[in-house]
């Protein structure tokens, strides 16, 4: 008979076993999101209680701040031309003259993950008979022409158009059965002109504005800027809340009541399985010294480290998108726009809002809208990425 086995372990082998073990802990690296493909992350809107929960009220992931990062120089930018068809003309400054094009050419690189290349068709791909809506103002109509430059050039010019049915004007992409559109609601709540003149600021009335955004799939909001103007700038006379009416008032405290007028909408008309809701974060103006503060500036500053003031607006937004039970995605480009001086028309800027001065020498300085190709085509990157 052959002999058994010896099975006598021996006290050398559980130490190297034991060994083995705690090397295996040591050297077993966590992929991060950084090395996740980006093209298939589940960002957003995925029935999955835990993409709700980054989706919610947070960035993404710990790991992965979009905002947080700085602009590149990429010789490959921009990423469509700058006579595209679908641009107005206060934020062409190539055709408006504007000499210097290196503010076409700066990428935005998140500090700790990879933020994907646009790519038109996979964009198309993915919003493939749906409607997505930017609303807002003239920031926001910024933002819309430039994610219309960066997919109209992979659509043969039969099988696109424009359609506008006020307030909102709509991008055709026929054989995706998609539209990419514009709502036009600069404060979200409803203004209206009464009798004698009277402008009046509804803070709790919405549904004017709101029945425009019913049966959109993905829905980015921004609202910011006009609560802010005053004196001669303003837009009303008189708010209104409860059937009282009033003048005076914080322009924060309204806009808070503003925005929750806005959120208890969302809360109770809007399906989070079927509609995608982002706020975009305040763009920031660089409108000190009467607008000159951009002019002539050639490439972005560079961040030192000191966290960036930040805007009032802000502020609100996250408290009263904090208290919402609808999953909302709030995109913060405030603080990566604001090293952006650069990126403004300032002189060349031709449209309303920028118009010259009778002795054609000294033109008013934009320094709120965006050049395109410029920086809103790095937040349509994130929008991208997050859809």
Request: aromatic share 12%; proline share 5%.
């Amino acid at each position: 008979m052959g002999s058994r086995p010896n099975l006598h372990l021996t006290p050398l082998f559980f130490l190297h076993l034991i060994i083995l073990t705690m090397l295996s802990q040591i050297f077993y690296i966590r992929p991060s999101l950084a090395q996740l493909n980006t093209n298939t992350f589940r960002w957003t809107g995925e029935k999955d209680d835990e993409v709700d929960k980054i989706q919610s009220h947070q960035s993404m992931s710990t790991d992965c701040d979009l905002s947080v990062g700085e602009w590149v120089f990429d010789a490959s930018y921009p990423l469509y031309e700058a006579n595209c068809p679908y641009l107005s003309k206060q934020v062409s400054c190539r055709r408006n003259g504007r000499p210097d094009t290196d503010y076409e050419k700066w990428r935005w690189k998140p500090q700790s993950c990879l933020l994907p290349r646009f790519n038109a068709l996979d964009f198309l791909g993915r919003i493939r008979r749906k409607r997505v809506m930017l609303v807002g103002d003239s920031i926001m109509r910024n933002q819309w022409e430039s994610l219309v430059c960066l997919l109209e050039a992979v659509i043969p010019d039969e099988r696109k158009m424009v359609s506008t049915h006020d307030p909102v004007v709509a991008f055709h992409a026929m054989d995706f059965e998609a539209s990419i559109e514009f709502s036009w609601a600069p404060l979200l709540v409803e203004l209206k002109e009464e009798g004698e003149n009277k402008r009046v600021l509804y803070l709790d009335s919405i549904e004017e504005n709101a029945k425009h955004w019913r049966g959109v799939d993905v829905l980015v909001f921004d609202s910011a800027h006009w609560w802010t103007h005053s004196g001669k700038w303003s837009s009303w006379d008189f708010y209104e809340e409860e059937g009282r009416m009033f003048t005076d008032i914080n322009p924060m405290v309204a806009y808070e009541k503003g925005l929750t007028t806005w959120a208890k909408w969302v809360d109770s008309n809007l399906d989070p399985w079927s509609t995608k809701v982002i706020f975009r974060s305040v763009s920031p103006r660089h409108n000190r010294d009467n607008g000159w503060q951009c002019y002539k500036e050639r490439e972005p500053k560079v961040f030192l480290g000191r966290s960036p003031r930040v805007p009032a607006q802000l502020v609100v937004l996250k408290e009263v998108v904090k208290k919402m039970s609808f999953p909302v995605y709030l995109m913060d480009i405030t603080s990566m726009s604001a090293l952006r001086r650069d990126g403004h028309p300032s002189i060349y800027a031709r449209g309303e809002g920028a118009q010259e001065r009778k002795d054609d020498q000294v033109r008013i300085s934009d320094c709120s809208h965006w050049c395109l190709p410029g920086v809103p085509d790095a937040w349509n990157q994130i929008l991208y990425a997050l859809i």
